[in-house]
Nanobody, 126 residues
Framework: QVQLAESGGGLVQAGGSLRLSCAAS????????MGWFRQAPGKEREFVAA????????VYADSVKGRFTISRDNAKNTVSLQMNSLNPEDMAAYYC???????????????????WGQGTQVTVSS
């Protein structure tokens, strides 16, 4: 069982940056692949970024590639999402998720995630 808690959301102007963090409970955090998803009002939840259990590989949605960076610290049981050059299309609730699959090949699919946080809101003003 893994419990996840996101933080770091807020209001930012277009072109600005935010850093989201996700704190995980449990002693087996380093065995889980971790991902970030987002959901805008009236839209389906979509994949944003993921990182392998070892932290050795990452994968991104095309829409955020080059602007967002996912990282993890297995010693601190945390995963982060650095978001730069934000635009209004990035506005959504962002969710941290944990997958029992460790490799990034499996981590773009929402169905492969077993545990979810409550979400944190990101608002981008134009």
């Amino acid at each position: 069982q893994v419990q996840l808690a996101e933080s770091g959301g807020g209001l930012v102007q277009a072109g600005g940056s935010l850093r989201l963090s996700c704190a995980a409970s449990g002693r087996t955090f380093s065995t889980y692949g971790m991902g970030w998803f987002r959901q805008a009002p009236g839209k389906e939840r979509e994949f944003v970024a993921a990182i392998a259990s070892s932290g050795g590989s990452t994968v991104y949605a095309d829409s955020v590639k080059g602007r967002f960076t996912i990282s993890r610290d297995n010693a601190k049981n945390t995963v982060s999402l650095q978001m730069n050059s934000l635009n209004p299309e990035d506005m959504a609730a962002y969710y941290c998720a944990a997958s029992k699959f460790g490799g990034t090949y499996f981590l773009t699919r929402i169905s492969n995630y077993a545990y979810w946080g409550q979400g944190t809101q990101v608002t981008v003003s134009s």
